[in-house]
């Protein structure tokens, strides 16, 4: 399993260009979820999905939309860049059948966004 | 509202040593309290977790320890090795799915 992939790795945008972050899994997760880290500061959720079809907001979810047509995708976009969005932003996905706390989710790799 | 923090931004310890970080939390109704570690450039990855009816659990060279009377938690890392070297993150989950609320970090650094 390749588990969480998410592309590109890095991205450079200036202020009010749209784009889309990729994120992919192949483990059957149900759950998948955006997080964005800053400097110094832990991840904080963006938006998150429990299924496909399925979306919801998570504690920042503004300048971003997501969607959930299948398991294994769930593409985050941001409709017109700001610089405040600069941030590095991790996918993740979990199983809440795998048991144990469903707060055990695989993270992906990142995606480095510089917003000028 | 929820959140998560932590008492030491820094620790620097000497390789062997046992290393303890700290993390406070609000939100008593939490169901899990969850550590991760993230190494430079690399999302975080899941160390270990415990129930919110739980005081303790081990893990392979680590120890969650839950104080609710406090609302204290901590993780220990018995016989540090310089791989240890990462940020680690706790995390509160609540009942809602999705709600994972992360603390601000602290950097882990083993000197050899």
């Known amino acids: 399993n390749a588990g969480v992939t998410q592309t590109p790795k890095f991205q450079v945008l200036k202020t009010g260009q749209s784009m889309t972050l990729q994120c992919a899994q192949d483990m059957n997760h149900e759950y998948m979820s955006w997080y964005r880290q800053d400097p110094g500061m832990g991840l904080r959720l963006i938006h998150y999905s429990v299924g496909a079809g399925i979306t919801d907001q998570g504690e920042v979810p503004n300048g971003y939309n997501v969607s959930r047509s299948t398991t294994e995708d769930f593409p985050l976009r941001l409709l017109s860049a700001a610089p405040s969005q600069t941030s590095v932003y991790f996918c993740?996905?979990?199983?809440?059948?795998?048991?144990?706390?469903?707060?055990?989710?695989?993270f992906g790799p990142g995606t480095r966004l510089l917003v000028l | 509202g929820e959140s998560v923090g932590l008492h030491l931004p820094t620790l620097s310890v000497q390789e062997g040593d046992n290393s303890i970080i700290n993390c406070a939390y609000s939100?008593?109704?939490?169901?899990?309290f969850i550590w991760y570690k993230q190494e430079s450039g690399k999302g975080p990855q899941f160390i270990i977790d415990?129930?919110?009816?739980?005081d303790k659990r081990q893990g392979q060279r680590v120890t969650v320890l839950l104080n609710k009377t406090v609302k204290h938690l901590s993780l220990q890392i018995a016989a540090t090795q310089p791989g240890d070297s990462a940020v680690y993150f706790c995390?509160?989950?609540?009942?809602?799915?999705?709600?994972?609320?992360f603390g601000q970090g602290t950097i882990l650094t083993v000197h050899p």
């Open positions: 415990i129930r919110s009816n739980m």
């Open positions: 993740a996905s979990s199983s809440p059948a795998a048991g144990g706390s469903r707060g055990t989710q695989y």
């Open positions: 995390a509160e989950l609540s009942t809602s799915y999705g709600k994972l609320t």
């Open positions: 939100n008593s109704a939490s169901d899990y």
